[in-house]
């Protein structure tokens, strides 16, 4: 399984929590070099204050608690 593939099984399994706030996540890319995530953010959680502190503070974490090799994950838009 190759990078791509791991972070998009990390992603389906935080995508639960964030629609059941009428949100969504959907992964753009995975930049291999810089081992960098950029994700957009749909639904309620595009544009939301809180998307920093949802991007960081959970998605974020989730992965890198997974995936130790991931450096980042960061909006695309």
């Avoid at 998009?8 to 291999?32: C, M, Q, Y």
């Avoid at 081992?35 to 998307?51: D, E, F, I």
Wanted: hydrophobic residues 40%; glycine residues 8%.
């Amino acid at each position: 399984m190759d990078l791509k593939e791991r972070v998009n099984t990390v992603i389906e399994k935080v995508r639960p929590s964030l629609e059941a706030d009428g949100g969504g996540i959907e992964l753009v890319d995975v930049l291999d070099d810089e081992k960098v995530v950029l994700v957009n953010l749909t639904g309620a959680c595009h544009g939301c204050p809180m998307s920093t502190m949802t991007i960081k503070g959970f998605v974020e974490k989730t992965i890198k608690d997974e995936i130790p090799e991931i450096n980042e994950v960061r909006l695309a838009n």
